[in-house]
């Protein structure tokens, strides 16, 4: 997937004749503008709006791309994946098939655990090759950005392996990564019992390394019965805000232990899972800006009946993100298209809620809505361009790819 435009930073590209979604607030839903253009110098948008009050120095670009009335959108952004590990868990799936349940899986030495074995078998060579196809499906379908988690090493050398995988996708693929330390996934079998421990060998001073070797974005954890509790995870949450790391954290998605409100008390850029939120929770998210991102692969494939309380979410003005949850496990799902259609399906999500979920709000639930994630000046010029008659059919459709061309950083993409 190489770039196949020069972008030097003189250089201006011109996209007309689009139907642009901007993803823009102030503008209404989506954001529309009609007989639209983008203009791009040096990989940042200098205009977007109605092509007829496009200023005449922009009009002489050195490059014009005649849009034929297609949609342009934001190009998309996963905000929660566990993109690099080793191996897979279809025994796993099979299992629950024939009548296991999740945590039955974990407590007899599968789930996470079992990926963890796979995964600190392989280099970090390997965990990079293991995971281009994977990011490889999400970018051909119009995705510029990714958060990748670690979580499957459980040791310290192994928990930084997959951050340096994580950060070299960055240098083989047009995408931008942003990584997430998550530890605090799961506790290794010699630890079985000893939570606090754990965190103090392994998880405090194993973010404190990845900080210093700048392979850090975000902290993220795991607040359930069967991973860590609210008071446990507060001590990573400590340290983090000591490095100046912001936090996430995957919560409520088997139970209510408090997790959400926990996150949002430190200012969480977003809490993960949620089906089983409570209306206090959804309060304290929509009040400290955390947004609820939604994970429609997982409950899925775990065939959840549980479903997050969406209207609640929208009762209290909580910001709503949905992502694939990429992993091997409980979602091994690369297609963000299908998650808008499942968010749709099975969560009732509007279409705006969908395409603002995988753009603008997944950019808010990284901290980089300032960077990405709209259409508009300023902005890095990350778009996707549809072969499609309304952004509805990207949502309805399944096993459906209309993406015409994805630009990055203002770099026309080749498919």
């Known amino acids: 997937m190489d770039g196949n435009a020069d972008m030097s930073p003189e250089r201006t590209s011109l996209w007309r004749n ?67 590990h080793g191996g897979n868990r279809a025994r796993e799936f099979q299992l629950r098939l024939e009548g296991a349940s999740y945590e039955e899986i974990a407590r007899a030495g599968g789930g996470i655990v079992s990926t963890v074995k796979a995964t600190n078998a392989l280099s970090v060579d390997d965990l990079v090759a293991a995971a281009l196809p994977r990011l490889d499906a999400l970018l051909c379908e119009g995705v510029s950005t990714v958060e990748i988690k670690s979580g499957y090493g459980l040791n310290i050398d192994a928990e930084l392996k997959m951050l340096r995988a994580a950060r070299r996708l960055e240098r083989m693929r047009p ?34 390394q990845a900080h210093a070797e700048g392979l850090v974005d975000a902290v993220d954890g795991f607040c359930e019965g069967i991973a860590f509790s609210p008071a446990e995870i507060a001590c990573v949450f400590d340290k983090a805000k000591a490095l100046g790391l912001p936090v996430k954290l995957h919560a409520e998605q088997l139970s209510n232990l408090g997790g959400a409100k926990l996150a949002a008390a430190y200012g969480a850029l977003s809490a993960d899972h949620l089906e089983y939120l409570d209306e ?87 901290g980089i809505l300032g960077e990405t994630g709209t259409i508009e000046a300023g902005k890095s010029a990350d778009l996707a361009l549809w072969n499609i008659n309304a952004p509805a059919e990207l949502i309805y459709r399944i096993g459906f790819n209309p993406l015409s061309e994805r630009i990055f950083m203002g770099e026309r993409i080749a498919r």
């Open 175 to 208: 995408v931008r990564v942003l990584t997430s330390y998550l530890a605090a996934h799961a506790t290794p079998p010699e630890y079985k019992g000893r939570n606090a421990a754990y965190i103090d060998d392994v998880v405090l001073p194993g973010l404190v």
């Open 280 to 366: 206090d929770g959804s309060a304290a998210m929509a009040k400290s800006g955390t947004v609820a991102v939604l994970l429609p692969g997982a409950f899925y494939t775990l065939r959840e009946t549980q479903v997050p309380p969406v209207e609640a979410l929208r009762a209290a003005g909580t910001r709503i993100a949905i992502a694939t949850d990429c992993n091997p496990g409980t979602s091994p799902l690369t297609s963000l298209l299908l998650t808008m259609n499942m968010s749709a399906t099975l969560f009732r999500l509007t279409l705006d809620e969908c395409l603002a979920g995988v753009t603008r709000e997944a950019a808010r639930a990284l």
């Open 18 to 84: 689009a139907r642009l979604a901007t993803l823009r607030e102030e503008m209404g839903p989506l954001g529309t503008i009609e007989n639209g253009a983008v203009a791009v110098r040096g990989g940042r948008i200098v205009y977007a709006g109605a092509e007829r009050d496009l200023p005449s120095d922009l009009s002489r670009a050195d490059q014009v791309i005649d849009c034929e009335g297609r949609w342009m959108t934001p190009a998309l952004i996963d905000c929660h994946t566990h993109l690099v």
